[in-house]
């Protein structure tokens, strides 16, 4: 009976080995310095990397079951965070699969619009977001997982 047992739970550990998060499976780069004049709206660009062989689902996914990538800033008192803009998505079917999938993959930029308000000092602040998303293969999820996203803004002037 334990002899059964353990060949029965064998594949299941090594399944769940394989989905474990891989490391540097999806990278951000953020600009070194984003320059923001007070009261003017601005878009920053967020880069993000996946790794090949892999793919994150986009934003918005067509499949209600699945994790959209999504980049989370919150506004601060100086700072208003617009909703995220989204790069337009690809299209994949995975082989014996019967519905396409939106993606991204490779290099892809989401843009973030924010505002200073007016009232905001001349110098440096800091954004602190958050990157969410489900890295996958041809053949296996990933654990969903977060990485931070801190953008570095200089205040110019005002408007």
Do not use: W
Request: hydrophobic share 45%; charged share 15%.
């Amino acid at each position: 009976m334990l002899r059964s047992l353990l060949v029965f739970i064998a594949p299941i550990s090594a399944l769940c080995a394989a989905s474990a998060q891989a490391p540097d499976v999806v990278r951000v780069q953020v600009p070194q310095a984003i320059k923001a004049t007070a009261g003017k709206a601005t878009v920053a660009k967020v880069q993000v990397i996946v790794r090949p062989g892999f793919h994150v689902q986009a934003n918005p996914v067509r499949n209600r079951f699945l994790k959209p990538i999504v980049l989370e800033v919150p506004s601060t008192k100086v700072v208003a965070a617009g909703a995220p803009i989204y790069p337009p998505n690809k299209i994949l079917r995975l082989e014996g699969s019967d519905e396409d999938l939106v993606i991204y993959d490779g290099t892809f930029s989401i843009g973030l619009p924010f505002t200073i308000a007016q009232s905001a000092p001349r110098g440096p602040l800091t954004l602190h977001g958050t990157l969410r998303y489900q890295a996958c293969d041809d053949r296996h999820c990933l654990f969903p997982t977060a990485i931070p996203v801190d953008l570095e803004i200089s205040v110019v002037g005002r408007l």
